[in-house]
């Protein structure tokens, strides 16, 4: 058998240059918002005070698109991004005393802090003392796992830019290894994706050791996606290379389905000779469907978003090429598990969300799809899932897939609280020790459940009432 290419998917287009989305978004708010007054050139890159000025005059909330200006292009590694956008002042002087006295007393908006996120960042010196430093960092990884859209966008920037200051990677370092590994903690997922930004080599050896001692086939594929991008920007010395080489060879041996399932992008990314001999194996060893989604099963789902576009009024912009079918094609098939989820984010700032969510509810409701694009709809929908939303994400919640009903229960905790959403999380009650376990605690966390309590004091295990603490002592979603 031919082995699979290593490049782009059929009909697969390189990605735009992120600020083309930037004006893309302010473009589509245009044409579909309540005025055209403010709209650009679609091919002149919108500025901070553009992006604002789209913001106000579309009534959208503080950050809508804005959020999405620095968090795109730290993402993408633009050289530029190493200083601000113009959407933040760099605090200065007594200044950044009083932003950071809001968030070492946990008081920090997003804004806040993205502003000690540039300051750190662009510091010559340390600004804080060590103590200061180990709080401000405590506190931001409090606040990023209740983050929602632009909220989340915003702090997560800031995470990376304080991630990415010298004289805080120690600090940081020690914080983050506190939560890589610990079964159920809520911030895990989160300090795992700040290894890829920490200068420290220490950081990648963190990294390899959470892959390698991972207690879950579903714990492998976030830690896995961290690799895959190190690898891709070379950022691996030899011997660590070496290292991830036998990891992922000593899973394919315990189990090659969870390697299809889980490490399918990381095997793409591979050295040569290792990567291209796995990929060939890979088809052959997916017992439980394919480790891609073909093109044709990607334009069954584009064709449902598009009709739903069209049936909701919606004016598009760039169809076929840069617009919400190349969007919604590269959040279900990019081999590119990065550039899956910063499609989901610049969908969620769109005017085309909720018809792209409504489509891919209908796709999930149809329970005919492959499992793999069913699993990637729902994760999409995660990104995009509003009020209107709930009653039809309520009736797929016993989707036979668990990782589709995974994804729908995180979606729920996107969206505002709701008595009858409530009752029907509590009542799911998933095996305390699967994947689907730890999203539901954090779905009644960032919802503020009456359930959280009884967790906190049940039966349960241990990690359970430790996140059901965590979520009690933190606070529910940041809107």
Known sequence: MDAPSLGVLPGEVDDPPWESWLAWLVAAWSRNGVTTVGSLPEELPPTGADLRRAEAVHGLPRGHLASLADYLRLAVGDPAAKRPSGLVSVATGDDIAVVAARGLAGEASAHDWLRLGWSAYTAPAPLWTLEQSEELLRQLLLALPRGVRQHYRTQRTAAILLARAPWLATPMLRLVREHVGVPGSPVASEAVGLLVDLP???????????????????????????????????????????????????????????????????????????????????????????????????????????????????????????????????????????????????????????????????????????????????????????????????????????????????????????????????????????????????????????????????????????????WIAAGPAIR
């Open 200 to 470: 420290d080599p220490a950081a990648h050896d963190l990294l390899l050791d959470s892959l390698e001692r991972a207690a879950s086939p579903e714990e492998l594929n976030h830690p896995a996606w961290i690799c895959a991008q190190l690898l891709e920007r070379g950022a691996l010395s030899a011997e660590r290379r070496d290292r991830l080489s036998v990891i992922v060879l000593t899973w394919w041996r315990r189990n090659r389905t969870v390697v299809v399932q889980e490490m399918a992008e990381l095997v793409q990314a591979l050295p040569a000779g290792l990567g291209l001999a796995l990929a060939r194996a890979l088809p052959e060893a997916a017992a439980v469907g394919p480790y891609d989604v073909a093109a044709d099963q990607v334009e069954v789902a584009t064709t449902l978003v598009c009709d739903q576009v069209r049936a909701q009024g919606l004016v598009t912009v760039r169809p076929g090429s840069g617009g919400v079918t190349s969007l919604v094609g590269a959040a279900l098939s990019r081999r590119s598990a990065e550039r899956r989820y910063l499609s989901g984010h610049v969908l969620s700032a769109s005017p085309y969300g909720r018809a792209t969510a409504d489509g891919l509810l209908d796709l999930l409701a149809d329970g005919t799809g492959p499992a793999l694009l069913r699993q990637r709809a729902a994760r999409l929908v995660v990104h995009l899932a509003h009020e209107s939303h709930r009653l039809r994400i309520h009736g797929l919640l016993e989707d036979p897939d668990q990782r589709v009903r995974s994804a729908l229960v995180r979606a729920l905790a996107q969206i505002a609280p709701d008595p009858v959403t409530d009752q029907l999380l509590r009542a799911m009650t998933p095996g305390p020790e699967s994947a689907l376990g730890h999203t539901w605690v954090g779905a009644l966390g960032m919802t503020a459940s009456p359930g959280l309590r009884l967790l906190a004091t049940g039966t349960g295990p241990a990690w359970q009432r430790d996140a059901a603490r965590w």
